[in-house]
């Protein structure tokens, strides 16, 4: 078959670079291919927990890495192997190690060992926690495993090359972008675009112009569900058609392309690159008949659900099996007349698929000896210490026959040594001699060592950790400058745009009113539409666009208009912001701020305070609930100076209460993870934040009339909560405890019990039984009464103390009822 040459990276090439190209190419999905082979016996034979990988998906990976430049983000889902190795960021032996769960990082860079294999990442940090240059790298976000959860970041990811491109505050920041040439390359399941978040990022991109170039990988199936149950028309492109740009509107730029044509691919990859990077104009590539050869992953076969008419047509359309028939098919008559072949015959090919198997092969072999032998090593050790531990013991029988057996496993793990260890120790229990001892020692070692191979980076530990940052009081003028408070919140933000160059802002209402409380009022006028912005009510994706631009360099405040509409984002919240720097080992980081305000609203979904939800959701984001505008004001400037995400609660009642103007705006800081004393007492400490403070100041007031003195301590940052332990302290001198918030019994308020009761040792001081006093079950009421009677009220607070005092002093307190 006589064909055209194709031109590859856009220029024209000659015929021997293309067909270097060309083989090299099908080298890698050959690659691929065999390590998604594999990748199932070793699942299978139970080396690995479980795989999914990206068989049948690898011929359009390769036109995207082709169109790929350097600066360019992908934000992705677990199929794209193939795309990660065509790109040079991911060999086959860290695919293995991956799959294995490596802990070391330099054997699994995308997450060591913390994330199942097939989610991929590249590293944006250098091991300080600064950034490297992005511009000079490949950059894959860290893929997370809920389908969809990759869309709402990737808007983010593509909006911050427009900031750059064109923001004047920030365009010098080349680290990040080169003229905001970057795209942000999403891939995504054709089931999976049934999620709201791909439909809410959908809109959200062609509303903004954003460079994002989004394929959709259809292979017709999610999991074993037909596209007949998951799409209208079963086709993504059709139903997206609306959205396809026209001479009149602005919009997408759509193609449909068979994801086995190598040649097509590639020239849409290329056209789509070029759109996306030049004019910022979304571009969506609907990738159609792709395959699953091996089924949708190792939990199940898809002979269980798939016809054997479609599982035929599936083998014949491979992609690769496609591409290596034109390959061989392919003839290029020269202007001489003679015919260039890629191949002389299929036996080239041949050649090359036994050296794909055999580089596989050796990969899989290396990985997995060098994960193996770790802890094998790890295991002589223990093996060694219970040999010498069990001849002096008097339950020697026993601690050989454990050793014996852990000696035994073939493939034995961590959990295998450790534990046989640790059992090994109970029997040593009554016994002294220097081999336990030793022991002993040992297991802590391991233990601590585990401990950095899964526990760490939950939040920055580095030197740019926002609890590194140092409490600075704000300052008054002589004259007392009373201000509503709300004053502060602008007058502060004003001074943190002209600060921090990088700082945008934006939510609903958030840009041309300047936020529906004011704290924003005129920085649009003064900071222009881009730093200041207003967006759609789209909650999820406010925050996703939060985690992008994060991601890129920038320091985005995200405003989620109340409290309770957070409950919209807060998958993506817990999903992807709060383990990002978990999940990749702290070589990524999104210090994204979310702004919102809160408590002591009124109804069923303006409760206000769901914290208990909140904060067991997202540990990993920082969550501060200041009591007053000036507090929250020095939460936003301590969080600018620190590398984390964090959520700051403002008080919806708060913006109009009077509070003294500072003078030092935009540089006075509130500490992160202390609590402030905010009226001292002997008798009971009372533990509270965030609007509810105030009733618990106003209680006070009352109970000093009937000589009840309590202290009263604020929360301020539940997340973390007290690192000084200070509860404790106040806990020593009046042995009575009471946490009051307006969360649900159980919530946050149980979590504040449990930090002082249990982590900081408070039992031990305890006179009278420790109390919470939180809202009623259901949500509150609306109204003036269904707030009193759904929310601690002053005189339950009251009721609430006095009710403890007469039971530590009958005498001295008499019964109220
Ligand atoms: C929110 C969420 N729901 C369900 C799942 C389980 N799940 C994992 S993959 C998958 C199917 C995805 O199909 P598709 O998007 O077409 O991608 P494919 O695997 O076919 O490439 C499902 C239901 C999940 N990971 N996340
Ligand atoms: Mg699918």
New binding site residues.
């Given amino acids: 078959m006589l064909q055209q040459p194709v031109a590859l990276n856009t220029q024209e090439i000659s015929f021997n670079e293309f067909k270097k190209e060309v083989l090299k190419d099908y080298k890698i999905a050959r690659i691929s291919r065999e390590c998604s082979l594999l990748g199932r016996r070793e699942v299978l034979t139970g080396k690995a927990k479980f795989g999914?990988f990206g068989d049948g998906?690898e011929v359009p990976q390769l036109a995207m890495a082709k169109a790929f430049k350097k600066g360019d983000f992908r934000s992705g889902?677990?199929?794209d192997q193939t795309f990660m190795m065509a790109l040079g960021e991911l060999t086959a032996q860290q695919f293995f190690a991956g799959l294995y769960a490596h802990t070391d990082i330099n054997a699994d860079p995308m997450s060591a060992g913390r994330q199942m294999g097939g989610h991929f990442a590249t590293h944006s940090l250098h091991d300080n926690g600064t950034w490297k240059n992005l511009t000079k790298q490949y950059n894959s976000s860290s893929d997370i495993?809920?389908?969809?959860?990759q869309m709402p970041r990737l808007l983010g990811l593509a909006q911050a090359s427009k900031i750059y491109r064109n923001e004047k505050s920030v365009k010098n920041n080349t680290n990040f972008s080169i003229n905001g040439n970057e795209v942000a390359w999403g891939t995504?399941?054709?089931?999976?675009?049934s999620?709201g978040l791909f439909f809410e990022t959908i809109n959200a991109a062609g509303v903004l112009q954003v460079p994002m170039v989004m394929s959709v990988?259809?292979?017709e199936?999610?999991?074993s569900?037909h596209a007949k149950h998951?799409t209208t028309k079963e086709s993504i492109s059709e139903i997206l058609k609306g959205f396809q740009r026209d001479h009149k509107n602005k919009g997408y730029e759509i193609f449909v392309i068979n994801g086995w044509d190598y040649v097509q691919l590639v020239d849409v990859y290329q056209k789509a690159a070029k759109l996306a990077s030049e004019e910022h104009v979304p571009v969506l590539i609907h990738v159609k008949e792709l395959t699953?050869p091996q089924g949708?992953?190792t939990s199940g076969s898809h002979e269980r659900y798939k016809s054997k008419e479609r599982l035929q047509w599936e083998k014949n359309h491979d992609c690769i099996t496609k591409m290596r028939e034109w390959i061989l098919d392919f003839e290029l008559e020269t202007e001489t007349g003679d015919v260039l072949r890629f191949v002389e015959d299929e036996t080239d090919l041949i050649i090359l698929e036994k050296e794909a198997k055999k580089e596989v092969t050796n990969a899989k072999r290396n990985a997995w000896n060098a994960f193996l032998n770790e802890i094998k090593s790890e295991r002589l050790d223990a093996s060694e210490l219970l040999e010498k531990a069990a001849q002096k013991s008097a339950n020697k029988p026993f601690i050989l026959k454990y050793k014996n057996d852990l000696n035994t496993i073939s493939e034995p793990t961590r959990k295998d040594v450790l534990s046989t260890v640790r059992k090994c120790l109970w029997y040593l229990r009554d016994e002294n001699s220097a081999e336990k001892i030793a022991i002993q020692i040992y297991i802590k070692s391991l233990l601590k060592e585990a401990y950095q191979k899964y526990s760490t980076h939950l939040t920055s530990e580095t030197d740019l950790s926002a609890l590194e940052v140092l409490d600075k009081a704000p300052t008054y003028s002589q004259e007392k400058n009373l201000v509503d408070a709300r004053i502060i919140m602008r007058d502060n933000f004003d001074a943190i745009l002209k600060k921090h160059q990088n700082v945008v802002i934006f939510g609903e209402d958030a840009g041309f009113i300047g936020d529906v409380n004011q704290g924003l009022e005129g920085l649009q006028e003064k900071y222009g539409n881009i730093r200041i912005s207003d967006t759609g009510i789209r909650e999820a994706t406010i925050i996703g666009q939060g985690i992008g631009l994060a991601m890129r360099g920038l320091r985005p405040i995200a405003e989620i208009q109340y409290l309770d509409y957070l409950l919209y984002a807060l998958q993506i919240m817990s999903d992807d912001l709060a383990t990002l720097r978990y999940r990749t080992l702290g070589k990524q980081k999104a210090p994204l701020i979310i702004r919102t305000r809160g408590h002591r609203l009124e109804g069923i979904w303006h409760a206000g305070s769901p914290m208990g939800g909140i904060i067991n959701n997202i540990r990993g984001i920082h969550v501060l609930v200041p009591r007053n505008m000036t507090k929250a004001a020095g939460f936003y400037n301590t969080l600018l100076e620190g590398d984390d995400p964090a959520l700051v609660i403002e008080c919806l009642n708060g913006y109009r209460l009077k509070e003294e103007l500072p003078t030092n705006l935009g540089d006075f800081k509130t500490p992160i993870g202390i609590v402030e004393t905010v009226k001292e007492g002997k008798d009971i400490t009372v533990v509270s934040y965030g609007s509810t403070l105030r009733l618990v100041l106003e209680a006070a007031k009352d109970l000093r009339q009937v000589g009840i003195d309590i202290e009263v301590i604020d929360a301020q940052s539940l997340l973390p909560f007290d690192l000084t332990k200070d509860c404790v302290k106040s806990l020593a001198k009046t042995n009575k405890l009471l946490v009051v918030d307006e969360d649900v019994p159980g919530g946050a308020s149980a979590y504040i019990l449990q930090e002082i009761i249990e982590n900081q040792n408070g039992y031990q001081y305890l006179d009278s039984k420790p109390s919470t006093l939180t809202s009623k079950p259901h949500r509150p009421a609306y109204g003036t009464d269904g707030d009193y009677f759904s929310k601690p009220s002053v005189e339950d607070i009251f009721e609430k103390v006095y009710a403890i005092m007469h039971e530590s002093n009958p005498t001295k307190f008499k019964s109220l009822y």
């Fill in positions: 999914i998906k889902y677990y199929r495993s809920p389908t969809a959860g995504i399941g054709n089931a999976s675009t999620e990988w259809d292979d199936y999610g999991i569900v998951q699953q949708h992953s």
